[in-house]
């Protein structure tokens, strides 16, 4: 019995391990995500081109405007004496500008042969100013000036000045408002501020104190530097005039000088004579220390440019638009022998 019981239970282990695993249940499948038209994924390398709908239009940024151009000569300055003095509005202007104290000037370097040329663009040798006196019977320059050409296509001109000579560089109905002052830069700043700030088109103010001491005293003498300090007070009293008009941010000012000068003289072709500061500050100019070289013709050149007025055929001077961020114009830096 016990035997029958044995063969029973030995039967009953060898059925179990021969009968085969539990199987897991299978999940249900998962349903697909991707709808039938999706696109396989491009790669990086792939190039993209944009329907002209969706392509960015880039609008070039306006040129600020040159409404008008205000010239401030120092009569006699040297460039050193903007340092020595010191002039702090011009170096103030240097700043926010572009300038050179390399630029030269013509020769004769004196007071009227000099501002003809910068006014006129043409050399001692075409405009034929070659005395330095008022001797009203030998005429005026050849040729136009920036004032001749700014009337003739209708802008207003104001020409304030301090040495009377000044008058037979220009024809004197081209000059809207014309003064002649015989005394100090500051009283010669204080006349011309109202004539500004009534606004204008082209203006020169000339500033004779500076050329006057030197020949008393000598160039950059002390009594010579006290004076370049009062012309740079009376540039500051000009600038302020067009500020407080709002004329400022759409003008150009240009700061420069007829000649140099050394011991109590000048008009010779020594560098002391010849060499001057050229300044230009407003809209559109880019600061910076100009490297081409500068001569006074450019300033009548850069004048019309700026103003958009034509240059006279046979013009020695040409527009500095170096100033303006272009490459510098090829030129000799001596352009009237």
Excluded at 146 to 154: C, K, L, N, Q
Excluded at 187 to 202: G, I, T
């Amino acid at each position: 019995m016990r035997r029958a019981f044995l063969t029973i239970g030995l039967l009953a282990v060898l059925l179990a391990s021969c009968a085969p695993a539990t199987l897991p249940v299978p999940s249900p499948p998962m349903p697909t995500l991707l709808p039938a038209t999706f696109t396989p994924f491009v790669p990086a390398t792939a190039t993209f081109t944009l329907t002209p709908s969706l392509a960015a239009t880039i609008t070039p940024t306006p040129l600020p405007p040159i409404s008008r151009v205000l010239v401030i000569s120092v009569d006699g300055l040297r460039p050193e004496a903007v340092g020595l003095a010191p002039m702090p509005v011009l170096q103030g202007l240097m700043s926010q500008g572009a300038y050179t104290l390399h630029a030269q000037t013509v020769y004769p370097s004196a007071t009227l042969p000099a501002h003809a040329s910068m006014l006129t663009g043409l050399c001692p040798a075409q405009h034929g100013v070659d005395w330095n006196d008022y001797l009203p019977e030998r005429g005026r320059a050849n040729g136009d000036s920036v004032f001749d050409i700014a009337h003739r296509a209708g802008l207003k001109t104001v020409m304030v000045f301090g040495k009377k000579k000044l008058v037979q560089i220009n024809d004197e109905d081209a000059v809207d408002a014309l003064e002649f002052v015989n005394d100090r830069d500051s009283v010669v700043a204080e006349r011309a501020a109202p004539l500004l700030a009534a606004d204008f088109d082209l203006a020169l103010v000339h500033l004779p104190l500076v050329d006057l001491l030197g020949h008393g005293y000598g160039w950059l003498s002390d009594d010579q530097l006290i004076g370049a300090v009062h012309a740079d007070e009376a540039i500051g009293l000009l600038l302020e005039a067009l500020d407080a008009a709002g004329l400022r941010g759409d003008t150009l000012v240009i700061v420069t000088a007829d000649h140099g000068g050394h011991d109590s003289s000048h008009g010779s072709k020594l560098p002391e004579d010849m060499t001057v500061p050229w300044v230009v500050v407003g809209p559109r100019i880019v600061p910076q220390e100009l490297s081409g070289p500068v001569n006074i013709v450019d300033t009548a050149a850069t004048i019309l440019w700026a103003l958009g007025l034509p240059l006279p055929q046979g013009m020695a001077g040409l527009p500095v638009t170096e100033a303006f961020g272009e490459a510098p114009t090829l030129r000799l830096p001596d352009r009237c022998p």
